[in-house]
């Protein structure tokens, strides 16, 4: 089992940067990928990006690609989310969950088993 918990959300101006934080404890993500999702009032949960903990490989959604960045500090056993050139849009409760084994770096919310709280991101115009 995995326990995540993210922080770094807030409220921030359009054209702005944050960066997110995604802390896991419990079983080892070595074999497993953390993925960041967002989800807006009403909406479908989305994928924004993925790291493949073994090495660091990257996977991204092409609507953040360039924008967002995704990290991973192994002594840590954290997830960083690099949000830069915020807009309104990217407003939504922001995410991390990891994978299961044989979909790493899925794009499919369905494929991620263990999920963190969640962390409020408003980008104000």
């Known amino acids: 089992q995995v326990h995540l918990v993210e922080s770094g959300g807030g409220l921030v101006q359009t054209g702005g940067s944050l960066r997110l934080s995604c802390a896991a404890s419990?079983?080892?993500?070595?074999?497993?990928?953390v993925g960041w999702f967002r989800q807006a009032p009403g909406k479908e949960r989305d994928f924004l990006a993925a790291?493949?903990?073994?090495?660091?490989?990257?996977y991204y959604a092409d609507s953040v690609k360039g924008r967002f960045t995704v990290s991973r500090d192994n002594a840590k056993t954290s997830v960083y989310l690099q949000m830069n050139k915020l807009k309104p849009v990217d407003s939504a409760v922001y995410y991390c969950?990891?994978?299961?084994?044989?979909?790493?770096?899925?794009?499919?919310?369905?494929?991620?088993?263990?999920w963190g709280q969640g962390t409020q991101v408003t980008v104000s115009s």
């Open positions: 419990g079983r080892t993500l070595s074999g497993y990928s």
């Open positions: 969950a990891t994978s299961r084994p044989t979909y790493i770096g899925s794009p499919y919310s369905h494929e991620y088993d263990y």
């Open positions: 790291i493949r903990w073994s090495d660091g490989k990257t």
